[in-house]
Structure formats: structure tokens, C-alpha cells
Nanobody, 116 residues
């Protein structure tokens, strides 16, 4: 079964850190892979991703605080989130595009709560 499996969400105090991970299982020819988030009542938005040419894109709001990295051997990406703010809270979704299937895949989401 083709799927993205996420882990690492949770509750953290403002200023704290979390690390999210996403592993692609049985997905061939991944071209892009990254993280999106959705806060209650808001649209889903890009947080960080690897582009088709291997560069990285970050939302302006997380630049300098979040870092996306990958382990190609394990088809896994990570999102290191530092200096978390309450506005970073939401459900974080892993996303990948497969050129083999011409399909976008989404993980089920992992909840990040930033609160004191």
C-alpha cells in the first residue's frame, strides 16, 4: 500500500521544539516531498518542502526557525521546529508527489499544539 506515515507531533510550550518525521512507503519516483499545516478554520498552507530540483522552500513565517531535512535511503523527511509559537499550532500533513503515478499523496496528519 502506498502511504506516507507521519510521527512526532505533540504538545509543546511556546519557545520549545519538536521534530516531525514522514516516511514514504511503496511510493515510487517521488519528485517533491514536504510539510503542510492547517490551523482550525484556516486553509492548508505550505510549511516547507523539497522541490523537484532538490532545493528547499519555506513559508516566510517559519524561515530561520524550521529546518527540513531528508534521509533518501529511508525515503524519510524530517521537520525540525524550533522557537515554536502558538500560531504554529495545527495539524501538520506530509505531502509527496510521485511522477510514476502522477499523483499527490497526503499523510493522515499529526497534531502540533503550542501552548503554555
Amino acid at each position: 500500500q502506498e502511504q506516507l506515515v507521519e510521527s512526532g507531533g505533540g504538545l509543546v510550550q511556546p519557545g520549545g521544539s519538536l521534530r516531525l518525521s514522514c516516511t514514504a512507503r511503496n511510493i515510487l519516483s517521488i519528485v517533491t516531498m514536504g510539510w503542510y499545516r492547517q490551523a482550525p478554520g484556516e486553509q492548508r498552507e505550505l510549511v516547507a518542502r523539497f522541490t523537484s530540483v532538490g532545493t528547499t522552500d519555506y513559508a516566510d513565517s517559519v524561515t530561520g526557525r524550521f529546518t527540513i531535512s531528508r534521509d533518501n535511503a529511508k525515503d524519510t523527511i524530517h521537520l525540525q521546529m524550533n522557537s515554536l509559537k502558538p500560531e504554529d499550532a495545527g495539524v501538520y500533513y506530509c505531502n509527496a508527489y510521485s511522477s510514476y503515478r502522477a499523483t499527490y499523496y497526503w499523510g493522515e496528519g499529526t497534531l502540533v499544539t503550542v501552548s503554555s
